[in-house]
T-cell receptor, first 111, second 114 residues
Framework: QQPVQSPQAVILREGEDAVINCSSS?????VHWYRQKHGEAPVFLMI?????EQKGHDKISASFNEKKQQSSLYLTASQLSYSGTYFC????????????FGTGTRLQVTL | NAGVTQTPKFRVLKTGQSMTLLCAQD?????MYWYRQDPGMGLRLIHY???????AKGEVPDGYNVSRLKKQNFLLGLESAAPSQTSVYFC?????????????FGPGTRLTVT
């Protein structure tokens, strides 16, 4: 079952913050976050495995709620390089790392 | 290391023609995947493989076949192309070892079926 991502699109000025959400109707094994720039391949950002987990690097972080049904990606003090489409990929069980991706959130950062 | 490579980058087919997309990885990964990406629909898993000689169906397998004769290669075949198969196809690979089993994606193949 495909996870639901929100919002579908967001426009930010450089330096502003954004939150992207990814929700599932059932508990998940893990959530992966990827960013894809136009015309390029998706690039891995991070994976969350444990309920209540929070992790991040630089100014991009993510959380996974206790019930393991929702994850949020936080982009702080956005930079022009953050522009792209963000996808969450969810894993129902730990078999073969099969991911079901959301439809994506298009993020545009402007000056 | 080249990572994940895909051949060809672009292809135009006529309805009913066949073709094979080649994916190669040099990271010694066990798992490999084929996705298609259509506007507004994200990435959808077509087939995947957990090791040499094994393949399994994903979300949207109809009209496609795959083979993994060598660990480093994963082939996607279209026996009789249809306009609905116009899409961008991505191959990815990952390793089951380690905590973060991220998927590494190839650059994609843009296929148009007329």
């Amino acid at each position: 079952q495909q996870p639901v991502q929100s919002p579908q699109a967001v426009i930010l000025r450089e330096g502003e913050d954004a939150v992207i959400n990814c929700s599932s109707s059932k508990a998940l094994y893990s959530v992966h976050w990827y960013r894809q720039k136009h015309g390029e391949a998706p690039v891995f950002l991070m994976i969350l495995l444990k309920g209540g987990e929070q992790k991040g690097h630089d100014k991009i972080s993510a959380s996974f709620n206790e019930k393991k049904q929702q994850s949020s990606l936080y982009l702080t003090a956005s930079q022009l390089s953050y522009s792209g489409t963000y996808f969450c990929g969810t894993e129902r069980d730990g078999t073969a790392s099969k991911l079901t991706f959301g439809t994506g959130t298009r993020l545009q950062v402007t000056l | 290391n080249a990572g994940v490579t895909q051949t060809p980058k672009f292809r135009v087919l006529k309805t009913g023609q066949s073709m094979t997309l080649l994916c190669a990885q040099d990271m010694n990964h066990e798992y490999m995947y084929w996705y298609r990406q259509d506007p507004g629909m994200g990435l959808r898993l077509i087939h995947y493989s957990v090791g040499e000689g094994t393949t399994a169906k994903g979300e949207v397998p109809d009209g496609y076949n795959v083979s993994r004769l060598k660990k480093q290669n994963f082939l996607l075949g279209l026996e009789s192309a249809a306009p609905s198969q116009t899409s961008v196809y991505f191959c990815a690979s990952s390793s089951p070892q380690g905590y973060e089993d991220e998927q590494y994606f190839g650059p994609g193949t843009r296929l148009t079926v007329t």
